[in-house]
């Protein structure tokens, strides 16, 4: 099946520095990307969708100039946070579909940030 | 906008048991598809099965079943034979044909399957 490969797996990273993580559809062209936020214990949450050469749509209360997104590849997305604060610990995973609401969709494996 | 919802934080269940999770839903359209997903400790998102919403006959997959109930926006997923395996996060989840490709989540159910 239609792999979407993220990465890092996990990353430790000091406040005030940047992360950057990437999510590349390995079989398939992503179209759209979503990038979903989920703390301990919680649900996924959207933070925004992105379409392959435009700019991402962000949900309420994600700050877009915190969470860049770009996804300026059919094959690859990336999340960057900036600036990035240990409120900002979390687990990251994307999302990528091919097409419309009559694909599928596959998800990464995730990112576990850690600020320190 | 659509909503879901899982009544239950946390279950549990012995080893080769029966366990049905359940999940309720809303929404306005009629065009959607309803999703179990699961999230073991490795966090990865693993779908376990899918309903579209015209096909009035359940789905299965193998020792997994849903109780589809489209007049009450019931979505209940039992889990046959429970294996330790099974001990993850489930997540219910609706993609509506208006919303593309998102996904709404509810806020999921904690399996524990005893030994």
């Known amino acids: 099946g239609a792999v979407v490969s993220q990465h890092p797996s996990r990353v430790i990273c000091k406040s005030g520095t940047s992360v950057k993580i990437e999510c590349r559809s390995l079989d398939f062209q992503a179209t759209t990307m979503f990038w979903y936020r989920q703390f301990p214990k919680q649900s996924l949450m959207l933070m925004a969708t992105s379409n392959e050469g435009s700019k991402a749509t962000y949900e309420q209360g994600v700050e877009k100039d915190k969470f860049l997104i770009n996804h300026a590849s059919l094959t690859l997305s990336t999340l960057t946070v900036t600036s990035a604060h240990p409120e900002d610990s979390s687990f990251y995973i994307c999302?990528?579909?091919?097409?419309?609401?009559?694909?599928?969709?596959?998800f990464g494996q995730g990112t576990r940030l850690t600020v320190v | 906008a659509q909503t879901v919802t899982q009544s239950q934080p946390e279950m549990s269940v012995q080893e080769a048991e029966t366990v049905t999770l359940s999940c309720t839903y809303d929404t306005s359209e009629s065009n959607y598809y309803l999703f179990w997903y699961k999230q073991p400790p490795s966090r990865q998102m693993i779908l376990v099965i899918r309903?579209?919403?015209?096909?009035?006959q359940n789905a299965t997959e193998n020792r997994f079943s849903v109780n589809f109930q489209k007049a009450a926006k019931s979505f209940s997923l039992k889990i046959s034979d429970s294996q330790l395996g099974d001990t993850a996060m489930y997540f219910c989840a609706i993609r509506t044909h208006n919303a593309g490709n998102m996904l709404t989540f509810g806020g999921g159910t904690r399996l524990m399957v005893k030994p």
């Open positions: 309903q579209e919403a015209y096909k009035q």
């Open positions: 999302r990528g579909s091919q097409g419309g609401s009559g694909t599928e969709a596959f």
